[in-house]
């Protein structure tokens, strides 16, 4: 298999975007990512998402965006798997690559969430729920987290309080992601003042959804020298692993054990321990995902996620820097571009990119994106070389 490089990256901002279609926001961050690679065209496009069907009434994204931005006769398809759809996009093309099928490949995570009332993006979410055993009970994707984050506070004796530095570094960070969707400063108090959603899960412990879309183009590292003077980055390592659909069927509802498979396959392929890991782009989409990432990856005991938190260990200057350009909490969480966003701002850290948020010295990052309640996660790890 090949070594696999990222030769360029583009994103929108996320926001509400009523004057652009599906169409115009994914192209939007395909031509950026284009222009930044250099290239005009490529062998394949990959497209991650995740709810066109249901809340845009357009499915085949593959050719549907291939068509609007040129890359007419192309091989192009969409990949879902729920709000994992982005990173399952771009280790399709990966995959591609390195296997030598195609030379170049451009990946789009995309989503436009506001085209319909509230109620029924949410009918749209739970689509990746269990129909059966879950959806059909009337359960909701906030209300199997707060279950969750319920059972975790009571296991492990943590206040609800104690999960606010996740929200606090996520807001701080994205004051300085002018593609982030919330640029707003959050305190403690804020936080414990927020409205309820589901118990214990408040408007703060819950990221926002958006319209937006991120892009890469990837091509076999041996192109790739370096990028405008920056270090390249690689692909070291790539791996996904599923869970039960429903919650309630894990031996361990606690323990995400998708995200350790996953995570243990791509610290193998990379050749690194959890050590290594100098900045991790975790799905926040609420604070207990958080907690339970960083435990599943190796970066915290069981049931002590929040410590990091706590101690100051999750921001840009801490030990195991997290959402440094404000995560889906504060960047915002346009379901299937999620993924991507993820992708390109690992490569921002590691291309020396990110500001006032910068990791010092950031040579290894991990992206890893959440499909469902845990059912479907993806892990990549990316070198500066």
């Not at 969750?148 to 206040?159: A, L, T």
């Not at 207990?288 to 190796?298: H, K, Q, R, T, V």
């Amino acid at each position: 298999m090949r070594k696999v490089a990222i030769l360029g990256i583009g994103q929108t901002k996320i926001d509400e975007h009523w004057e652009l279609s599906l169409r115009e926001i994914g192209g939007s961050a395909a031509f950026a990512a284009m222009q930044d690679a250099g290239l005009d065209k490529v062998d394949a496009l990959f497209v991650g998402n995740m709810l066109s069907p249901m809340v845009n009434g357009q499915n085949q994204l593959g050719t549907f965006l291939s068509d609007w931005i040129g890359l007419w006769g192309q091989e192009a398809v969409k990949v879902e798997a729920a709000c994992a759809s982005g990173a399952a996009a771009f280790r399709s093309a990966l995959m591609a690559v390195a296997a030598g099928e195609i030379e170049s490949a451009l990946v789009v995570g995309v989503e436009k969430m506001t085209d319909k009332a509230g109620r029924e993006v949410t009918s749209a979410l739970a689509t990746a729920a269990d129909a059966d055993y879950e959806v059909e009970q009337g359960i909701s994707f906030v209300g199997l987290n707060a279950l969750i984050m319920r059972r975790y506070m009571h296991e492990f004796g943590w206040k609800h309080a104690d999960f606010a530095p996740f929200s606090i570094n996520s807001h701080e960070n994205a004051m300085h992601n002018p593609f982030a969707r919330l640029h707003e400063r959050i305190s403690m108090e804020k936080f414990e003042k927020s409205s309820m959603v589901a118990t214990p899960i408040n408007l703060l412990d819950a990221s926002p959804i958006g319209d937006g879309a991120a892009a890469a183009v990837i091509v076999p590292a041996e192109r790739v020298v370096s990028v405008k003077g920056k270090p390249r980055v690689v692909v070291a390592g790539s791996a996904s692993a599923t869970d039960t659909i429903a919650v309630h069927s894990r031996r361990d509802p606690l323990f995400l054990a998708a995200a350790y498979e996953s995570s243990k396959r791509a610290y193998q392929m990379a050749g690194v321990t959890k050590d290594e890991v100098d900045v991790f782009e975790l799905h926040d989409a609420f604070s207990i995902m958080a907690a339970l990432s960083l435990e599943a990856c190796g970066f915290a005991e069981r049931g002590q996620g929040v410590r990091l938190g706590l101690e100051g260990e999750i921001s840009p200057k801490g030990r195991v820097p997290v959402c440094t350009r404000g995560g889906l909490k504060a960047r915002g969480h346009p379901v299937g571009a999620t993924g991507m966003y993820q992708i390109v701002e690992v490569a921002q850290q590691l291309r020396g990119e990110c500001g006032e948020t910068q990791v010092d010295g950031a040579q290894i990052g991990m992206a890893q994106n959440i499909g469902g309640s845990g059912a479907t996660i993806v892990t990549h790890i990316l070198k500066a070389e």
